[in-house]
């Protein structure tokens, strides 16, 4: 049985470093017209528990590969810390990615990055699937509006942020927003108390702390 086990999981290995292959050499999107940095990027084993699904990755994370490299990221993994997880051991033991996965540049308006577009979202989409089958994480982060929109459908930050959707594949959802200093929603201070509800959440979904 813990060979089966075993062998099955070097099988998903094997076809998440094939995906991850494929995302990288990926040029859809400038293929298709789009002016994104192609240079895909994610992390995280096979054998994740939780997976973050960000919107996309900014400039920082364009450059080194690292998702949520920046500012958004010590924000993010500032909040993940009050949930029980180291930073260093959070990026090596779970998977962390994005609707889509490279860099679509600063927005028409100077203000952040541009959002990717339905087209874009829809061209990284398969990639997105694809990583949701192999990891099959039991606990999914969507962070900010734009990756909410995509697990929950149509709904607002302030009716999903600080609750759990259970799904019934044996999945569970655990919203946040997206932790950039662009969004003012974060100001609120009901809205902070949502967040911290979302971190109990995860503190009570960490695996390590279930034992
Ligand atoms: S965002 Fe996704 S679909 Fe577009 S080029 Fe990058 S990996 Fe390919």
Redesign the pocket.
């Known amino acids: 049985m813990a060979r089966s086990v075993s062998r099955s999981l070097t099988l998903s290995e094997g076809l998440l470093a094939e995906l991850h292959t494929e995302?990288r050499m990926?040029?859809?999107?400038?293929s298709a017209g789009?002016s994104?940095t192609?240079a895909?990027v994610f992390s995280g084993p096979v054998s994740a528990w939780f997976m973050i699904v960000g919107q996309?990755p900014g400039a920082s994370e364009a450059e080194t590969g690292r998702p949520f490299n920046g500012s958004s990221g010590q924000r993010l993994f500032g909040w993940l810390a009050q949930a029980g997880w180291d930073e260093g051991v959070f990026r090596g033991t779970q998977y962390v990615t994005a609707i889509?996965?490279?860099y679509p540049g600063k927005s028409s308006s100077g203000k952040g990055d541009r959002a990717?577009t339905r087209e874009?979202q829809a061209?990284?989409a398969p990639?997105l699937k694809r990583e949701l089958d192999l990891v099959q994480p039991r606990v999914v982060v969507p962070v900010g509006s734009l990756a909410v929109q995509r697990f929950l459908g149509q709904t607002r930050l302030s009716d999903v942020v600080g609750t759990v959707i259970d799904r019934p594949d044996d999945r569970c959802i655990v919203p946040l927003p997206h932790p950039s200093g662009v969004s003012l929603w974060l100001n609120r201070s009901e809205n902070q108390e949502r967040v911290r509800q979302a971190l109990a959440h995860l503190q009570r979904l960490h695996p390590q702390l279930q034992a």
Request: aromatic letters at 10%; a positive charge.
């Open positions: 995302m990926c040029r859809r999107c400038l789009f994104v192609p895909a996309a889509t996965k490279c990717p874009e061209l990284c990639f």
